[in-house]
């Protein structure tokens, strides 16, 4: 299972399900990541926390912790 916390930066993925409950979840779903959606991850922090990600053209800053619930291909 690779998650967008394990894929490396300047890659293209795509969402394939999303773990995680209740408020959380829902939150991610809110920021437009839902299955299917095209991800770029543009950069990291240099300690590896926040991912910066491009999602439906909007860039946006996930937590590590939040990142590991977006399993991707």
């Known amino acids: 299972m690779l998650t967008l916390k394990d894929v490396k930066c300047g890659q293209n993925v795509v969402v394939?399900?999303?773990h995680g409950e209740g408020a959380v979840r829902r939150r991610i779903m809110d920021m437009g990541?839902?299955?299917?959606?095209p991800v770029y991850v543009r950069?990291?922090?240099p300690l590896g926390d926040p991912?910066?990600?491009?999602?439906?053209?909007y860039e946006?800053?996930?937590?590590?912790?939040d990142a590991q619930m977006i399993e991707v291909q």
């Open 60 to 65: 946006l800053s996930l937590r590590k912790a």
């Open 43 to 45: 950069k990291a922090a």
């Open 51 to 57: 991912v910066e990600v491009t999602v439906r053209g």
């Open 16 to 18: 394939e399900k999303l």
């Open 33 to 37: 990541i839902t299955k299917g959606t």
